[in-house]
């Protein structure tokens, strides 16, 4: 995947949905295409198979993708110009990163061996506290092979409160 590319392209649509007051409806838009193309093995392949005329992608996708705002329409038609639907789902995801980015947003992913519920919620919220000022979205990740506790990721720091993690710094103590 072309991530610099990737990375231009949503800042170009950013600054244009921004401009024109939509920047919202784009990140709902990009949400959806980010998940739908990241979660169909299928679609992912069929944009980046070179066998397919442009003619047959871009078709593909304004009608998987009718319903979104016209600027997001406009990236399609950019790519089709460009021959890059290839990076369609990671611009979809840049977009979304640079648009909570630029609303004082951040998303915090939380791994824990079961799925959180409030009390968890809470203790983890506290942590987040410590590491950052700006509003917080929690994403959590089910890793039954955490044992227990929590993974907290933020950015590019990592709290791990993890009993796995506990466990194998006892193991480390006790063979030295």
């Known amino acids: 995947m072309s991530t610099r590319a990737a ?5 170009a ?4 949905a921004h401009n024109k007051g939509v920047a919202t409806e784009v990140n709902t838009d990009m ?12 679609l992912s392949a069929f944009l980046t198979d070179e ?15 009718s319903s979104v705002n016209g600027v997001t329409k406009g990236l399609f038609q950019l790519l089709a110009e460009n021959k ?15 648009f909570e980015e630029m609303n004082g947003m951040e998303t915090a992913t939380v791994t824990t061996a079961i799925p959180m519920d409030a009390e968890l919620e809470g203790k983890v ?33 990592q709290y ?14 006790l063979s030295n």
């Open 13 to 16: 649509i950013l600054d244009i």
């Open 125 to 157: 919220m506290a942590k987040i506290l410590t590491f950052s000022n700006k509003k917080i979205n929690i994403k959590n990740i089910v890793d039954p092979a955490i044992i227990g506790g929590f993974i907290l990721r933020i950015g590019d720091q």
């Open 31 to 42: 949400q959806t295409i980010a998940a739908t193309v990241g979660n169909n093995a299928e």
């Open 51 to 65: 066998t397919k005329t442009l003619k047959v992608k871009s078709g593909a996708v304004s009608e998987i993708f």
């Open 160 to 173: 791990n409160a993890s009993v796995a993690n506990r466990l194998q710094t006892l193991k480390r103590e």
């Open 7 to 11: 990375i231009r392209y949503a800042k």
């Open 84 to 98: 890059r639907f290839e990076i369609l789902g990671t611009i979809a995801s840049e977009y979304n990163r640079l």
